[in-house]
């Protein structure tokens, strides 16, 4: 069965600190891949997606940028964290063609 | 412009007591439609999913229902329970050549005892 592994589960920084949150799926292949962000009161936003390894797509202009070096590993980083750049994140996959995405459990970030 | 939007943006009932949220959308072309529920601090959970000649799923408790040519869903939450206190988000996925999925901002539900 397939599985999603999503860390640190909660996360607190420092502004202008870096981040890095990652992402893994196991037992599918070339998995399309989401990086969602979710802010208090706010519905979830797409961030990033990913048809392949390599391949990363921008939803929304930001402090964020994502990579796939590996077919089923998603990688959310900052160079600089900012205060607006608090939330819930949430990685999710899906298969190609399929109909249901499924998410990870969150990692909920605090910018301080 | 691609959107979901969902009503009310939070609700309170009793337990034993039976609600409805609702989703309207613009999300063209459309593929299907789906409600999750997302519990507090952790990822949604699909509930149901209607694709466009499908007008009426339950699942248990839940009963959702999908008129394309309005473009609105509702989803139906018979003899509340506790546990069915989270968030329900209706996501619209587009017929594209990519999946692309458009969220609803959610409908936060307490079920009070």
């Known amino acids: 069965s397939q599985t999603i592994h999503q860390w640190p589960a909660t996360l607190v920084q420092p502004v202008g600190s870096p981040l890095s949150l990652e992402c893994t799926v196991e037992?599918?292949?070339?998995?399309?891949l989401y990086w969602y962000r979710q802010a208090a009161g706010r519905g979830l936003q797409l961030l990033f997606y990913?048809?392949?390894?390599?391949?990363i797509s921008s939803e929304v202009p930001q402090n964020l940028s994502a990579s796939r070096p590996q077919d089923r590993q998603f990688i959310l980083s900052s160079k600089k964290l900012l205060l607006s750049d608090s939330g819930f994140y949430l990685c999710?996959?899906?298969?190609?063609?399929?109909?249901?995405?499924?998410f990870g459990q969150g990692t909920r970030l605090t910018v301080v | 412009k691609n959107q979901v939007e969902q009503s009310p943006q939070s609700l309170i009932i009793l337990e034993g007591k039976n609600c409805t949220l609702q989703?309207?959308?613009?999300?063209?072309?459309?593929?299907?439609l789906r409600w999750y529920k997302q519990d507090t601090g952790r990822g949604p959970v699909s509930l149901t999913i209607?694709?466009?000649?499908?007008n009426t799923k339950s699942n248990g408790r839940y009963t959702a229902t999908l008129d394309a040519d309005t473009k609105q869903s509702s989803l139906h939450i018979t003899a509340s329970q506790l546990s069915d206190s989270a968030s329900y988000i209706c996501?619209?996925?587009?017929?594209?050549?990519?999946?692309?999925?458009?969220f609803g901002t959610g409908t936060r539900l307490l079920v009070s005892p």
């Open positions: 999710a996959w899906a298969p190609v063609g399929g109909t249901e995405a499924f």
């Open positions: 037992g599918t292949s070339n998995p399309n």
């Open positions: 990913s048809v392949g390894i390599g391949q």
């Open positions: 989703c309207n959308y613009t999300v063209s072309p459309f593929s299907n």
């Open positions: 209607m694709t466009f000649s499908e």
């Open positions: 996501v619209v996925k587009r017929n594209t050549g990519f999946q692309k999925l458009v």
